[in-house]
Each structure stands twice: as C-alpha cells, then as structure tokens.
C-alpha cells in the first residue's frame, strides 16, 4: 500500500503478486457486472475496468475518494455502510455477478448486516468477494506479550478498524450471514516483513518457536469467494486449509544464521535436511552453517587473513568470506588448466598441486571436495606445505562410512581412465553440469589419514544446534592445523608408539589457550 498518496487507502497494485488487492481482482476474473463496495479511491476498481473489463458501480462514503474512483465505474453512490438504509440507494440497479468488498468490514458496526445487504443485491448465481484482515497473526501476539495494542494508520491495526477477526470468527460470520464460502486463499506474511516488525525481533528463539505452532499465525490476510447458501456446491472450511510457509513445511525454526550473522527462520520441505533445510535470509544449508560457526570459533582472524577457498557456492560461507575477508582467494578445478592460471573468470586451482607458495595461506576452506579427489593424500600434504604456521584448513565431507573404514569407489588407471570400484555417484559441481564423481566414502579414519599424509592432527566438530540452524545429516567441521612451531612436539609414529613429548605444546595447545577451552 502507498501511504504517499493523498488519500490513504489508494495503492498501487502488481497483479503478479500474492497481495489481496491482487488476489481480489484475479478471482472476480473477466467481463463481471461488479459492485466495489467501499471502493476508496477506485484502486480496485480501476483494475476491474482496465484489466478485467468488468462493468464497475462503485460504493463510497469520502467525496475527496469518489472523485478518484469516478472514472473507473459507470456510477458511483455515496454511502454509510453503517446505515442500515444504503441498499436502497441502489433499488433500481440490476442485480450483481460479482460484490467485492476489500478490507471493508472490519472498518462497520455490523458486518453480518452488510453481508447480508450484499447477498440481497447479487444475482441468483451470484458472488461476494471479500478480504479481511486476521487479527491472531504472531506479529499482534508479539505485541501483546510486550503489552502493547497500539493502533497506527494503516495495517493489521488500522485505528479506524471497529471489528476484528480470528479464522473461526471468519468463518462464522459467513455461515450466519447465509452464506457458504467456495474458495479461499490466505495471504502469508512473515512477522519479521509486518509492520510490527520490531516487535516480533525481540522476541527469543524459545518464544518464537513456541509461536511458530500457531498454525495461523503466518496469515495476514483471508481473501473468500462465497456464495449464497442455496446455490450448488461444496462449502470451504476454513480451519482444514493450509496456512502456507513454515506451516507447510517438515520442519521449521526461528534461529541465528552465522553465515549471514541474523536472526532468521529455517524451513525444511523435504526429510532430507542436509540439503533442504534453508535460511530464509542467505539460502545456506545446514553444512554451510556448521562451516561458518567452526570458521568463527576457531579462527575468528578470518576477516584479516590470508584465505583460500576451493569450489566456492553463490551462498553461505562463500558469501561471507566474498564480502567480510580483506584477503579471499576463490578458486575452482578446471581440468587441463595450469593451476595459477584464469579460466572462465576464475583462477584455477588444483588442490593436488597448489601454485601457492610455501607458508603463503593462513585458512583453507573446503565445502565437499574432498570426496572428489583421486589422490586425497597429495591434496593434504598440499594443504600442510602452504598454510603457514598457526594456519588450518576447516572443510567439510561427508562422512558416511562413520566407524567403518573409508571405501575408495573411483581411481585412475595407468592411462587416465576412471576405474569404477563401485557403482558411479555424482554430486553437484559449481562449473560442471557433468557433476562431480565421488572417488571416496570417508569415515572417522579420515584423521588418521590426513596425518599419515601430511603430519597434521585433525579434529571432528560435530555440531547440532537448531537455534543456529545446524541439524542435518553427514555435517561435520573438520579442522586441520598446522603447528605456530614443529619444534614444540614430535611428530608421532603410526602404530602404538604415539606419544606426544609435551601434551601442552601439541599442534591444539595454541589454540586451547587463546580460546581459553
């Protein structure tokens, strides 16, 4: 609604959108003899007649907004729909197809009478569109718990609003009206885009997610098709219909993203939460925030280091080194491109032969790459050579085999050629439509390996945490650091032999004192 009109209830209207004014107008539909009841200032009406080329006679009490809404209708009547009376006004009309009244009866003493005048004018076949505003939206509960119900010039608590309605209440008015209701739509709106936003984000999670189970808590307007109760068809119960949003979804949560580091809602529509359960605000998924979480945790310098990323995503983590690190460094695999080299807007990198120098990298992330590599161990003794001390490498890879012994599916031969050990599994690759071949099923061994490989420890963070966002399947942090100084410990020997020769000056120990843990 534009409030920078002169008169407040004129407003433009994008047919496209889900909003009621546009929901009004599509089911009215085409070629319709309408009457808009309280029409205002014809913002309705005049989409009536332009793009639906209906026949509009038009129903007003302001002289400023009738002389607005007058070239949209063939005749306009100046009445008060608090007077029982204003139905003659309109004797020696015909009756009507269509009566429209948008957000007009919360604003009568007795809405059931004006139902009931409205179905006294409509043809036998005739149709009352209507929209009202639902007072138990969550933002209005948030006020409440803030005690406050303070009316303002527009919304939800327009001060010039004399009724107010709850679905059931809806519900009931047209049945006691003689009327049954054959289509509804609920317009959804988040709390956190109402105008009593302020009060909704002051919320806690707890009262939030308690909230959340208001199975209508998201509508923030009801727009109905109804009929006279002798015409044919079945009647619309309100209270059986979907409410939209995170009402419709498998899971939903009101939490705190750390890739766009904000309070936001995550929703799940589908069981497989590791790659369905979003942020409304950034789209990041589940690894992406355990990701962003362990990056701040344990390296919270991030921002004025050196940090290289493999196979960045437009989202999440990737986003958020794009836009907060002084110095970030993305880089994607292109085979038979030199790494070092720029290919397709890209510097090509691969992780089995950086180009970087020596100790020139002081974070390398890595979100499911690994799993893609055929010679993982090159790509950690890679890793090792050119972080610089104190560096790590926090990446992500399904570990699916867990306590099981990681499963190699895919090498390659003497010639190049890919040997399949195991049925072929694709995963989604950022420059590659082909996708990318997983070549290896990891498990918890992958610590043992990266050592083996590198000489580096490695620890699993395995994080969930629904106030951030971070439940999911296969979503564990790994975190890979290489020592302030080599000469603080011996470097243990594979086997039973592993002895560290001081436990406090070990590849963590830095880390344990900065971070006091």
């Given at each position: 609604m534009n409030l920078e009109n002169s008169h407040i209830y004129e407003y433009g209207v994008d047919l496209s959108s889900d909003c009621a004014p546009a929901r009004v107008v599509r089911m009215v539909g085409q070629n319709k003899r309408v009457l808009d009841v309280g029409a205002g200032a014809g913002s309705i009406s005049k989409l009536l007649q332009e793009v639906g080329h209906c026949r509009v006679t038009g129903l007003e009490i302001n002289k400023e907004a009738i002389k607005k809404l007058s070239p949209y209708c063939e005749r306009v009547y100046e009445a008060d729909l608090n007077d029982s009376a204003w139905p003659e006004l309109l004797a020696d009309e015909d009756p009507f197809e269509v009566l429209v009244a948008a957000d007009v009866l919360e604003h009568v003493y007795d809405p059931q009478a004006v139902l009931k005048a409205m179905l006294s004018l409509a043809a036998k076949d005739g149709q009352l569109v209507i929209s009202l505003p639902h007072i138990a939206h969550n933002a209005i509960l948030a006020s409440l718990l803030d005690e406050d119900f303070e009316y303002r010039d527009w919304g939800l608590l327009d001060r010039t609003h004399l009724r107010f309605f709850g679905i059931k209440n809806i519900q009931k008015l047209f049945e006691s009206a003689g009327l049954k209701i054959v289509d509804a739509q609920f317009v959804i709106i988040p709390s956190e885009e109402t105008e009593f936003s302020e009060k909704w984000n002051s919320l806690s999670y707890e009262l939030k997610n308690i909230l959340q189970k208001n199975r209508f808590g998201e509508v923030y307007q009801v727009v109905i098709k109804a009929v006279s109760k002798e015409q044919e068809g079945a009647a619309i119960n309100l209270m059986t219909l979907s409410a939209g949003l995170m009402n419709d979804s498998v899971f939903a949560n009101y939490g705190y993203c750390y890739c766009c580091d904000q309070a936001v809602r995550f929703t799940a529509d589908d069981n497989w939460?590791?790659?369905?359960?979003?942020?409304?605000?950034?789209?990041?998924?589940?690894?992406?925030?355990?990701?962003?979480?362990?990056?701040?945790?344990?390296?919270?310098?991030?921002?004025?280091?050196?940090?290289?990323?493999?196979?960045?995503?437009?989202?999440?983590?990737?986003?958020?080194?794009?836009?907060?690190?002084?110095?970030?460094?993305?880089?994607?695999?292109?085979?038979?491109?030199?790494?070092?080299?720029?290919?397709?807007?890209?510097?090509?990198?691969?992780?089995?032969?950086?180009?970087?120098?020596?100790?020139?990298?002081?974070?390398?992330?890595?979100?499911?790459?690994?799993?893609?590599?055929?010679?993982?161990?090159?790509?950690?003794?890679?890793?090792?050579?050119?972080?610089?001390?104190?560096?790590?490498?926090?990446?992500?890879?399904?570990l699916v085999k867990k306590g099981s012994a990681s499963e190699i599916c895919a090498e390659l031969g003497e010639d190049g050629t890919v040997e399949h050990l195991l049925e072929p599994e694709y995963h989604g690759n950022p420059v590659s439509e082909q996708g990318a071949l997983v070549t290896r099923r990891w498990g918890y061994d992958i610590c043992d390996y990266i050592f083996k490989s590198s000489g580096l420890f490695t620890r699993i963070i395995h994080l969930d945490a629904l106030e951030w966002g971070i439940r999911a399947e296969y979503i564990e942090v790994l975190v890979t650091v290489k020592p302030l100084a080599r000469a603080d410990y011996t470097v243990p020997e594979p086997g039973p032999a592993k002895q560290i020769k001081n436990p406090d000056c070990g590849p963590f120990a830095w880390l344990k004192a900065k971070l006091k843990i």
């Open positions: 939460f590791r790659d369905y359960y979003i942020c409304s605000e950034c789209g990041s998924i589940p690894r992406e925030r355990a990701l962003a979480w362990s990056m701040d945790k344990f390296f919270p310098d991030w921002r004025q280091a050196t940090v290289h990323e493999s196979s960045p995503v437009p989202r999440g983590v990737s986003e958020k080194l794009k836009q907060h690190c002084n110095h970030y460094i993305a880089s994607q695999y292109f085979p038979g491109i030199e790494s070092g080299e720029e290919h397709q807007g890209w510097r090509c990198e691969n992780l089995e032969a950086l180009s970087f120098a020596d100790n020139s990298i002081d974070l390398h992330i890595s979100q499911d790459v690994i799993e893609h590599l055929f010679n993982p161990d090159l790509a950690f003794q890679e890793i090792a050579r050119t972080l610089r001390p104190g560096g790590m490498h926090i990446f992500t890879v399904p």
